[in-house]
């Protein structure tokens, strides 16, 4: 993979040895220009809403064509969190079934959970502790929903979601996952792995601005889930469904008082999209299509392989080393996360703390050079 050209698409690599894009992916120069042109032109002339409504259109299709699913599994949201909740609230669930979760799981995919429950709209959240064998021991025929993120926000464990999708599956739970950790830096294909429902942000490795997400929902579960509720951009007769259909957008008057659900996944969009985001997200979706998803994963998964044996080394404790899939994050335990994060920033190495350890995160404009400043850092303080 050719990471020196690409380095140059993001400037703050010149700047510091960013190794943060769990936290927050870098915008590419494309996605740059683009809101940048969109501003220019807003700012001088009005916003140009008929190309919002086409670049939300091709935002979907490009998405989908990233995770393999179809244009028409796919929504625009704000965030994870609401395309989770409006998905869960869809649910009819029972008072005797359970919701099995992963303890590693990132809060939005707990919280929910945990409300409904209180709220009693089913019996318990089960909660797992471990990996694939502790998940699978949890789901019974009780069991409605299994949730779990693929790829955990803290110790970087890539979850095997074919495995778990078929055990959800043997049971008649619906399998749902948060891919936001994996979207963009893990070769995805939905429709193979047989995930039910997928949530994934755009502002870490999809390397979007923030303000949306996307919602995957299987084709043959649109009309199985109800929305709890349908907003003027989720029905059949939405402005972007007119212009679908080669409508005029606003010729007639929308029916408010009978509104039926848009056939496809956009029954869960609710409002006008955030445009800025939209047009960044474009460009950045575009950028990742233009390469070559293996090829980034592989170079991500030599990244990451190389800083936890070389963590090793130096008698750093590696969270879950015994990972047998690669994802783009490695996490090594530290007394004092945030000091010591404090003063590799300062050195010019952007890295995360969290809870109880520190979090390095890989992604396809890393170099092994980055990795290098890492460790030379780190054994720097080891001496200290």
Not at 186 to 200: G, N, V
Not at 213 to 241: C, Q
Not at 259 to 267: H, N
Not at 328 to 338: D, M, T
């Amino acid at each position: 993979m050719r990471v020196e050209r690409i380095r140059g698409d993001f400037p703050p690599l010149a700047k510091y040895t960013y190794l943060d894009s769990a936290s927050t992916g870098l915008i590419p120069k494309t996605s740059y220009e683009a809101v940048k042109s969109f501003i220019d032109e807003y700012y001088s002339e009005g916003e140009n809403w008929d190309y919002v409504l086409e670049s939300v259109v091709e935002c979907r299709r490009l998405f989908s064509s990233l995770i393999g699913a179809e244009f028409k599994e796919i929504a625009i949201l704000p965030n994870v969190s609401t395309a989770l909740s409006l998905v869960a609230l869809s649910i009819n669930f029972k008072k005797n079934d359970n919701v099995v979760a992963a303890s590693s799981n990132f809060p939005t995919n707990l919280d929910i959970w945990f409300s409904l429950r209180r709220r009693g709209l089913f019996k318990e959240v089960r909660l797992a502790e471990g990996l694939e064998d502790d998940i699978e021991k949890l789901i019974d025929d009780e069991t409605k929903v299994v949730s779990i993120d693929a790829v955990g926000w803290l110790r970087g464990y890539a979850y095997d979601l074919k495995r778990l999708a078929a055990k959800a599956h043997e049971h008649g739970a619906l399998f749902i996952s948060d891919i936001f950790h994996a979207a963009g830096v893990i070769p995805l294909d939905l429709h193979r792995l047989d995930i039910d429902i997928a949530m994934c942000g755009s502002y870490k490795w999809l390397n979007a601005p923030p303000g949306a997400a996307f919602l995957y929902v299987k084709e043959e579960l649109l009309d199985k889930l109800a929305p709890p509720v349908l907003g003027w951009m989720g029905t059949r007769d939405s402005v972007i469904n007119r212009m679908l259909r080669g409508e005029p957008l606003f010729e007639s008057m929308f029916d408010a008082e009978n509104p039926e659900p848009s056939g496809d996944a956009s029954r869960y969009e609710l409002g006008t999209w955030p445009s800025i985001t939209v047009i960044g997200l474009r460009a950045s979706l575009q950028y990742h299509l233009n390469l070559d998803e293996a090829e980034k994963h592989r170079h991500v998964t030599s990244l990451a392989t190389y800083t936890r044996e070389q963590l090793k080394e130096m008698k750093l404790e590696i969270i879950d080393e015994q990972n047998p899939q690669v994802s783009g994050i490695v996490s090594f335990k530290a007394e004092k996360p945030l000091i010591l994060a404090e003063n590799l920033k300062r050195a010019g190495i952007v890295v995360s703390a969290r809870p109880g350890l520190v979090r390095i995160s890989h992604h396809f404009y890393n170099s092994y050079a980055d990795v290098e400043k890492l460790l030379t850092a780190l054994k720097k303080r080891q001496t200290k």
